[in-house]
């Protein structure tokens, strides 16, 4: 058992590096994977003669965004596990609160007043609106004291429809920004720099530690809130605490990569089903998972109609939509 803790996390992680290192080496410009590592240990002291322009294309364009999926990735299957643990409900996601919808009233916003030229100028007013869109539903579902992990949860998928009736409606008025604002509703990672993963991957460790400390208690709710109560746990606070967390993390991802549908459903429901219902494992393991599927769905999205790019949820949603259909068949 130790064995297989230490060994399967080792062998994720080495696959996650040699699909990076490959998913360096493709794209409008081929640069030979030889060189992608070449470049990786020129970097880090060794010497090796790597072409200029490789060296732009890879340390300017490619390797942000490949790092900037991998923790994207993670973070949002992390949270999908947290949200499907604490409804428990194998189809919630991290968006059914609707905090992937708040950001892009933010983002829509930011296009319209021409604030995507500045850095962080999409990115500030997705999180604030993310935020307070996370803030305003928490406060409708305490209104009168209603407790209900339901009430948020239907609470959540009102203001979800309601934000995405403005944000059409802002396209359709706004039609000289409407591919800005539709690319961005649908995920992209093509503008991140490395100030930015700065900025997010201290909030990603900070999060997921956070809700790994929580697993056992989100175990013990699994059981249900009064066996919870029972066994000591503080249901409300912790129920609370965990969903808070995981929103705020999910803010942060979606409000500099974007609406990235399926990894939060997809993900946490295939290792539930092949590592079992503890929390510590589902996260864990999530982790890496996600991080794999995010980063193959994005060389995917970069590769695939050359010289054109497509929205990276656009292959999320390929892949997830008909596992959707299928989990919801299968529990009827």
């Known amino acids: ?36 590592i070449g470049s990786l240990l020129h970097k880090v002291g060794f010497s090796f003669q790597v072409f200029d322009y490789s060296e732009i294309t890879l340390w300017q364009l490619r390797f942000p965004r490949i790092v900037m999926s991998i923790i994207a990735g993670a973070a949002l299957a992390v949270c999908g596990g947290v949200f499907q643990s604490i409804f428990r409900n194998p189809v919630c996601d991290p968006y059914i609160l609707g905090i992937s919808s708040g950001a892009s009233i933010g983002a829509a916003a930011a296009f319209i007043l021409g604030w995507d030229s500045f850095l962080f100028g999409v990115t500030v007013p997705a999180l604030i609106t993310a935020l307070l869109t996370l803030l305003i539903i928490i406060a409708i579902a305490e209104f009168k004291g209603q407790h209900s992990t339901n009430t948020l949860l239907l609470v959540g998928i009102a203001i979800n429809f309601l934000i995405s009736a403005l944000i059409t409606l802002i396209m359709v008025i706004n039609q000289q920004e409407m591919h800005k604002i539709f690319f961005w509703t649908m995920g992209s990672l093509t503008n991140v720099s490395w100030i930015e993963i700065a900025f997010v991957l201290p909030i990603m460790i900070l999060s997921v530690f956070l809700l790994l400390y929580y697993s056992k208690a989100m175990n013990i709710l699994q059981a249900g809130e009064e066996t919870a109560f029972m066994s000591g746990v503080d249901t409300k606070k912790t129920v609370f605490l965990v969903l808070i967390i995981a929103s705020v993390l999910t803010s ?81």
């Open 1 to 36: 058992m130790i064995k297989e803790k230490i060994t399967l996390p080792i062998i994720l992680f080495i696959v996650i590096i040699v699909c990076a290192l490959f998913a360096g080496s493709v794209g409008v410009i081929h640069i030979p994977f030889k060189t992608v």
């Open 252 to 332: 942060v991802i979606v409000s500099f990569c974007g609406s990235i549908g399926f990894i939060g459903l997809i993900v946490p429901h295939i290792v539930r089903i092949i590592f079992g219902s503890n929390n510590r494992k589902v996260l864990g393991y999530s982790l890496f998972f996600g991080a794999l599927f995010l980063l193959i769905a994005d060389t995917l999205a970069r590769t695939i109609a050359i010289p054109s790019e497509l929205p990276v949820g656009s292959i999320t949603a390929i892949a997830g939509s008909p596992y959707f259909i299928f989990l919801v068949l299968r529990k009827k």
